[in-house]
């Protein structure tokens, strides 16, 4: 039985409600809450959170399952239904509506401050840009769409069944979970039956789980990567470009460098992991220590604080300010804008993965440390040749076919050439 709603839920004039939000707060035992649209603190979210913690989940993850709660609880607000008493006609439909509906527009914060609503706010402007899902002509990824991805509506399912799953053990939810899993498995864990050292097969954990279509990693070409370097304004951003596109760490993991991690002699710096929080030591190539040295030089004779506890990346302008994630990414995007290109911050990590395994000499076990892979077959996807390689080496093709085509064919041995330039009236 689907329970309330049915299939008589009309969804094609759904518009998801701009009401509650998630904040971030100076409180390290909650980093993040999920306001209701009264402005209260939703209490089995609180809760759910503080079991993420004890998980010792960084914050970020915690931010990124409270976006897609704030999601559901949006829903869930709309059809005026508790979370508690949420059946799976509604994650049925919380599902569809994600995969067919276009993203909520976002109405921009000053905008907001003026009082300004989705109807009445301008446009955004798009000076300059693709429509949304038009493949780049530099890069060929396509630019952002309309739609949820794939990635996010399969994410927004996995932390939405973990969180009925929670609070169905502890009692204080449904007996049911909206989302359930596969009617192939009903019960017991997804994987159950696999056998250490064996690859895993694809399985499907959430019966509205969404399938991921394979994806092979993004590297920038050496002369695209040139290109993006010089367009760079920046000591401080040649020398971040330069470390990701040799050490290949995550965007937010070099950011976490301070003073006493940068070793030059050694060609070493070392880096917070994003997921075990561990503390690794990664080799970098020298050109990044060069940059690294010219930025340190002109931010010391500009005030910007030294020592070995400080962090090694700060903002330009005062007041100074240690590097975020988004301000990296803002930085890039300019770069990129410059080109007309759509990369982005972890192309990066594709690309120093990518020279490194593709190197004879460096051992595939080497690269997966460096990349910190729980799993080496993750690390083997960077074994494949990139695309712009593949639609080189087949364009070669087509052109020794065409040559094959207009040359003449070679003679059988035992004719005397006379007689063939008697016969046809060419040498051959």
């Known amino acids: 039985?689907?329970?309330?709603?049915?299939?008589?839920?009309?969804?094609?004039?759904?518009?998801?409600?701009?009401?509650?939000?998630?904040?971030?707060?100076?409180?390290?035992?909650?980093?993040?809450?999920?306001?209701?649209?009264?402005?209260?603190?939703?209490?089995?979210?609180?809760?759910?959170?503080?079991?993420?913690?004890?998980q010792a989940k960084p914050s970020s993850t915690i931010r990124s399952y409270g976006m897609n709660l704030l999601r559901w609880w949006r829903f869930l607000a709309v059809w005026e239904i508790a979370w508690d008493r949420a059946?799976?006609?509604?994650?049925?439909?919380?599902?569809?509506?994600?995969?067919?509906?276009?993203?909520?527009?976002?109405?921009?914060?000053?905008?907001?401050?003026?009082?300004?609503?989705?109807q009445t706010a301008p446009p955004a402007q798009r000076?300059?840009?693709?429509?949304?899902?038009?493949?780049?002509?530099?890069?060929?990824?396509?630019?952002?769409?309309?739609?949820?991805?794939?990635?996010?509506?399969?994410?927004?399912?996995?932390?939405?069944?973990?969180?009925?799953d929670f609070h169905l053990e502890e009692g204080s939810g449904p007996v049911i979970n909206p989302f359930p899993l596969a009617r192939a498995r009903r019960s017991g864990r997804a994987h159950a039956?696999?056998?250490?050292?064996?690859?895993?097969?694809?399985?499907?954990?959430?019966?509205?789980?969404?399938?991921?279509?394979?994806r092979a990693p993004r590297r920038i070409p050496d002369e695209m990567f040139n290109a993006l370097f010089a367009a760079l304004k920046y000591h401080r951003d040649r020398a971040?470009?330069?470390?990701?596109?040799?050490?290949?760490?995550?965007?937010?993991?070099?950011?976490?460098s301070c003073g006493r991690d940068?070793?030059?002699?050694?060609?070493?710096?070392?880096?917070?992991?994003?997921?075990?929080?561990?503390y690794q030591q990664l080799p970098c190539s020298t050109d990044a220590f060069v940059w690294l040295r010219l930025y340190q030089?002109?931010?010391?004779?500009?005030?910007?604080?030294?020592?070995?506890?400080?962090?090694?990346?700060?903002?330009?302008?005062r007041p100074w300010r240690p590097l975020t994630y988004h301000a990296a990414r803002a930085m890039f995007e300019r770069a990129n804008d410059l080109l007309g290109a759509n990369w982005t911050?972890?192309?990066?990590?594709?690309?120093?993965?990518?020279?490194?395994?593709?190197?004879?000499?460096?051992?595939?076990?080497?690269?997966?440390?460096?990349?910190a892979h729980a799993h080496l077959s993750t690390t083997q996807i960077y074994l494949e040749a990139g695309a712009d390689e593949v639609i080189e080496t087949v364009r070669a093709h087509h052109a020794r076919q065409s040559d094959a085509a207009r040359r003449p064919a070679v003679p059988a041995p035992g004719y005397r050439p006379e007689s063939l330039r008697t016969l046809f009236g060419t040498s051959q």
């Open 345 to 371: 911050l972890h192309d990066l990590r594709h690309t120093a993965a990518y020279r490194m395994a593709r190197d004879p000499q460096v051992s595939l076990t080497d690269v997966q440390w460096v990349l």
């Open 193 to 214: 039956g696999h056998r250490p050292g064996q690859p895993f097969r694809p399985e499907r954990q959430g019966r509205y789980r969404p399938s991921v279509p394979d």
């Open 297 to 317: 030089e002109e931010s010391r004779r500009a005030g910007v604080p030294q020592g070995a506890d400080e962090t090694l990346w700060w903002t330009l302008r």
């Open 262 to 278: 940068a070793l030059p002699g050694q060609q070493l710096l070392g880096v917070v992991r994003k997921g075990s929080r561990a």
């Open 127 to 164: 000076k300059g840009k693709l429509p949304p899902g038009v493949p780049n002509p530099v890069t060929g990824k396509p630019t952002v769409g309309l739609k949820y991805a794939v990635r996010t509506r399969l994410h927004c399912e996995t932390t939405l069944r973990s969180f009925y």
């Open 1 to 54: 039985m689907l329970g309330h709603g049915g299939s008589e839920r009309d969804l094609t004039a759904f518009v998801l409600p701009q009401v509650g939000r998630l904040v971030r707060t100076a409180d390290p035992w909650m980093a993040y809450q999920l306001l209701d649209g009264s402005g209260l603190v939703v209490e089995p979210v609180e809760a759910f959170f503080a079991e993420l913690q004890a």
């Open 240 to 256: 971040l470009v330069a470390f990701w596109v040799s050490n290949g760490a995550r965007a937010e993991e070099l950011l976490t």
């Open 87 to 118: 059946e799976r006609v509604d994650a049925r439909d919380f599902m569809r509506w994600m995969a067919i509906a276009d993203k909520p527009v976002r109405v921009h914060w000053r905008h907001q401050r003026a009082g300004l609503t989705t």
